[in-house]
Nanobody
């Protein structure tokens, strides 16, 4: 069983930065691909970024490409999301998720494990 816990959310100004962390428990976490998913009020879930279990092949949604960077440190069982050049439209609850595969999926529904989420609010 894998448990995930996010931290690092908060309030930022437009063009500012935040760094989210996702701590995973359980020895299997390092063998699972991971991703960050966000959900804004009255909107569906949006896959923001994914990364393979070994930390390679980061991939991004079009809305954040060039501004966000996903990485992981398997020695610390932690996945990160560095968010730069934040915009008000990035305001959402951000969830860390893990999939029971070394390869990520573009479909949030395929992810078996989820954190509780962390709020990110960007003011203009």
């Amino acid at each position: 069983q894998v448990q995930l816990s996010e931290s690092g959310g908060g309030l930022a100004q437009a063009w500012g930065s935040l760094r989210l962390s996702c701590a995973g428990s359980g020895s299997a976490f390092s063998s699972y691909a991971a991703g960050w998913v966000r959900q804004a009020p009255l909107k569906g879930r949006e896959l923001v970024a994914t990364i393979m279990a070994d930390g390679t092949s980061p991939d991004y949604g079009d809305a954040v490409k060039g501004r966000f960077t996903i990485s992981r440190d398997n020695a610390k069982n932690t996945v990160y999301l560095q968010m730069d050049k934040l915009q008000p439209e990035d305001t959402a609850v951000y969830y860390c998720a893990a999939i029971r595969s070394s390869l990520p999926s573009t479909q949030p529904a395929h992810y078996a494990y989820w954190g509780q989420g962390t709020q990110v609010t960007v003011s203009s």
